[in-house]
Nanobody, 120 residues
């Protein structure tokens, strides 16, 4: 009932920047927490950054000071500004959002993922 679509991934050199976006659509009443996760080949999916509807944020230690998560509640859109990228940031980045639909059912949805590749 709620779909998330990521965009903005690509190939960038180490030290460069990328901005990811995640647009949520469907029968949305309210989205509580939204976040970015990533999964590198052969590794488990890990948290990158989350932001609540009130704007509180939490980051993985590995990205603190380099990545900034933000959201536009009016547009149901999540962003991730990634600066000073490193080769170890290479992964598929997934958007996640949880909240309530217009029929007051809870949802927890994932996007399809977007590839970020950082070359050395």
């Amino acid at each position: 009932q709620v779909q998330l679509v990521e965009s903005g991934g690509g190939l960038v050199q180490a030290g460069g920047s990328l901005r990811l976006s995640c647009a949520a659509s469907g029968s949305i009443f309210k989205i509580n927490s939204m976040g970015w996760y990533r999964q590198a080949p052969g590794k488990q999916r890990e948290l990158v950054a989350v932001v609540t509807s009130g704007g509180s944020t939490n980051y993985a230690d590995s990205v603190k000071g380099r990545f900034t998560v933000s959201r536009d509640n009016a547009k149901n859109t999540l962003y991730l500004q990634m600066n000073r990228l490193k080769p170890e940031d290479t992964a598929v980045y997934y958007c996640n959002g949880g909240g309530h639909t217009t029929t007051l059912k809870t949802f927890n949805s994932w996007g399809q993922g977007t590839q970020v590749t950082v070359s050395s």
